[in-house]
């Protein structure tokens, strides 16, 4: 158990839908980051966010966003969902300091559009 | 650019051999970190281990092992007796920050273990 906690852990829903994956980091973990796993692109990093700010965007869709909370947990919003957005979304933390860049993952949230 | 590579796409070996699964990585730092990171069946990906750049010791941790080469810019990681429990998708990462959001990862390799 890396600390990590998502919701969902599966989701289906319609094309066209909005969807809210909400994820939790480990205790003290300032930084979250939000990932996309799907079959022909691999893992593929979205957004980064460390105290409630943006830090870095990824390959992050237009109808994709998110935000980080002043309790440091994260939601990542996927709208307008289209066949290809099915994929497994992770959510991960990072420490600060010397260990900042060991990402520990979520179990991910399991995303199917029908 | 950084650049991860895991050539083997797939590899099936029987309980209790000893594989290897190699990374290869590309980077113009003199700085950076190399990671494993293991996929199960389930889904979540397992954290296994961090390396800097600056350190090529090579680590043991009970039946896993990690040779790291910078002369050939390689990351291996051996699983000696091999488990069916380690049947999984494993996946070798290049960062060249302390912050990671640069972390690059390989396709990854899905090891079967047959018992």
């Known amino acids: 158990d890396s600390g990590v906690t998502q919701t969902p852990k599966h989701l289906i829903t319609a094309t066209g839908q909005r969807v809210t994956l909400r994820c939790s980091p480990r205790s003290g973990d300032l930084s979250v980051y939000w990932y996309q796993q799907s079959l022909d692109q691999g893992l593929q990093f979205l957004i980064q966010y460390y105290n409630g700010e943006e830090r870095a965007k990824g390959n992050i869709l237009e109808r994709f966003s998110a935000q980080q909370f002043p309790d440091l947990h994260s939601e990542l919003n996927l709208s307008s969902l289209e066949l290809g957005d099915s994929a497994l979304y992770f959510c991960?933390?990072?420490?600060?300091?010397?260990?900042?860049?060991?990402?520990?993952f979520g179990e991910g949230s399991w995303l199917t559009v029908v | 650019a950084q650049k991860v590579t895991q050539a083997q796409t797939e590899i099936s070996v029987v309980e209790k051999e000893d594989v290897t699964l190699d990374c290869v990585y590309e980077?113009?730092?003199?700085?950076?970190?190399l990671f494993w990171y293991k996929q199960p069946p389930s889904g979540e990906l397992v954290f296994l281990i961090r390396?800097?750049?600056?350190?090529?010791q090579n680590e043991i941790s009970g039946r896993y092992s990690w040779n790291f080469q910078k002369s050939t810019s390689s990351f291996n990681f051996t699983i000696t007796a091999s488990q069916v429990v380690d049947s999984a998708v494993y996946f070798c990462a290049l960062s060249e920050a302390v912050s990671s959001n640069d972390m690059r990862f390989g396709a990854g390799t899905r090891l079967t273990v047959k018992p």
């Open positions: 980077t113009r730092d003199t700085t950076y970190y």
């Open positions: 991960a933390s990072s420490p600060s300091g010397p260990n900042g860049n060991t990402i520990y």
């Open positions: 390396r800097n750049s600056f350190d090529e």
